[in-house]
Nanobody, 119 residues
Framework: QVQLVESGGGLVQAGGSLRLSCAAS????????MGWYRRAPGKQRELAAA???????NYADSVKGRFTISRDNAKNTVYLQMNSLKPEDTAVYYC?????????????WGQGTQVTVSS
């Protein structure tokens, strides 16, 4: 059973930093892509950042230059370093892992971690 466990959320003042971690069960090489999505109050879930197994990275325009996604293959962990945080970054952040299969894409999600940025 796939498990993704997030940690690192919390309350921070605007301009501050947080680092989110997502520990995956099993090797992260087994996933074609991993990423961080977020859902702000009253809004739909959106992609913040993603990294493929080949190392390609994609960021939402709203976080470019402030967030950095990375992975530690030895620890089966993906990170999201968030700098220069803004109140509009307040959201529940979810770790995601995608695996391509014969029936299509299998998507796995963590339980989410709350990030609150105060002004």
């Amino acid at each position: 059973q796939v498990q993704l466990v997030e940690s690192g959320g919390g309350l921070v003042q605007a301009g501050g930093s947080l680092r989110l971690s997502c520990a995956a069960s099993g090797s992260i090489f087994s996933y074609n892509a991993m990423g961080w999505y977020r859902r702000a109050p009253g809004k739909q879930r959106e992609l913040a950042a993603a990294i493929t197994s080949g190392g390609s990275i994609n960021y939402a325009d709203s976080v470019k230059g402030r967030f950095t996604i990375s992975r530690d293959n030895a620890k089966n962990t993906v990170y999201l370093q968030m700098n220069s945080l803004k109140p509009e970054d307040t959201a529940v952040y979810y770790c995601n892992a995608d695996r391509l299969g014969g029936a299509g894409v299998l998507r796995y999600w963590g339980q989410g971690t709350q990030v609150t940025v105060s002004s």
